[in-house]
């Protein structure tokens, strides 16, 4: 009785701490200073989409330690008040996608140390709530999506009427920020002029521009700081000048201008005074129709994306301007292309290539050779239905491909010419799966490599990877030639 009882104890005892060990690694240890439906878990306070209208009762002060962020983002609260966070002592707060329009000017009370990355960002405030201004140590602020406008008077004059980026407020976050986002489709229509006060400013995101020009002072104060720059969902005539002065700019995003001109957005040489620094760039949902001669001049440009842009066909000379650059990843996805540019080969450095989402319907010889630096290329989502057996000669590096969500029945077999690869991509084509795939078993043999099928055969109920690899070696022609 008494082995059987330590015997019982001890089963009881594992049981409990396996529990135990399984919910820690789930949710804290530590009491969770928020009520139901808020709930603790790794370092986050998570009252999350919970429809909650007030700010939840913390009920004892939260360990620095144990919980670094409050997530009450996608709820609909309207006001923050004095007492809202005062037992809180946490670095990371997320109240965006609420409907707040007043914050007290003590509503951050109890954070004014603590608070590094705020995210206030599609709300309903129409200024900059003078609460923020305590926040001593924030390096990060989201705005955007709140119908905040800017400076009202000349850019540069004393006598300027702030709107919305009150001068006080601006002034004080200035000895810090370092990543700021603002911006409105419909309310922001003057730039503000109190940006001049962050002079630490590394990331600047504008996300709803009502202006047609920019001011060629919009970026003074932190023009020597500034790495990466956006602007999007604006309906500028023409990418402001001033962007050449950015002389540490490495990042620049061009995205969704509204306005119809496309390709005049760009000027000749936009982007000359940004060829020593400038890596990334993106001119997506841009209108444009060709590719811009000024990229010419981007020497150390590494990343360019074209998505969403009306291209349809790309010349030789398009290639040719985009060869005097260091590109290696490049995206023409969403670009209604109907061929593949035969002069892509002239991007002689280009690691990976995105041509998703066009309308290829072929890919014939000469389409897709000799890119011996290609490594990832994705050609899914297309109306995909046949590619050259001798297509993809001379890629030996790239060692993966993606063909999902084309119309192709069979795996194709070019990729007999790709001896690097270790993933194919085919989910959601419908692969007709017999002997007839016995060619792809004895290239898996005779040139020993290990590719990874993602996919589904349509004929069997069997996935693509276990039929080439087991089933296949049933075949008459395989078993005669003991391949195995």
Known sequence: MGREYIYHSLVVFMLVSLTIKINSSQETVEPCPASLPCKCVGNTINCYNNDLTTISDFSFHANQDTFHTLDYSLNIVTNIDIKAFVTLDISTLLLNWNNISYIHPWGFKGLERSLKYLDLSHNNLKTLPDAIALLI??????????????????????????????DSVMYSLGKNITTFSFGHVDALRHWPYTLRHFQQLRNLKVIGLNMEFMHLRSFYGFDKTIKSLSIEEANLIRIPEEIEHLSYLEELHINRNTYSLGDELLGEHTFTGLNATLKTLSLSFDNLTEIPETLKYLKHLQNLSFEGNDLEFLTEHSMEILSHTNIS??????????????????????????????????????????????????????????????EMIGLYSLYYLNLTNTLLINVPKAIHNLISLEILDIENVP??????????????????VNVEFYGECETVDQSLQSYVHDRLLRCPDLVEQDVG
């Open 329 to 390: 990843y490049l995206s023409f996805k969403h670009c209604q292309l109907k061929r593949i540019p035969s002069s892509i080969p002239l991007v002689e450095r280009l690691n990976e290539l995105d041509l998703s989402f066009n309308r290829l319907v072929t890919i014939e010889n000469r389409d897709l050779q000799n890119m011996a630096n290609l490594e990832v290329l994705r050609l899914n989502d297309n109306p995909l239905k046949y590619i050259a057996d001798g």
């Open 137 to 166: 140590n924030i390096v990060s602020l989201q705005v955007h999506g709140n119908p905040i406008d800017g400076s009202i008077g000349k850019l540069g004059d004393d006598n300027h009427q702030d709107d919305g980026f009150i």
């Open 431 to 448: 692969i007709d799966c017999t002997c007839e795939l016995s060619w792809l078993k004895r290239w898996i043999i005779w040139y020993d």
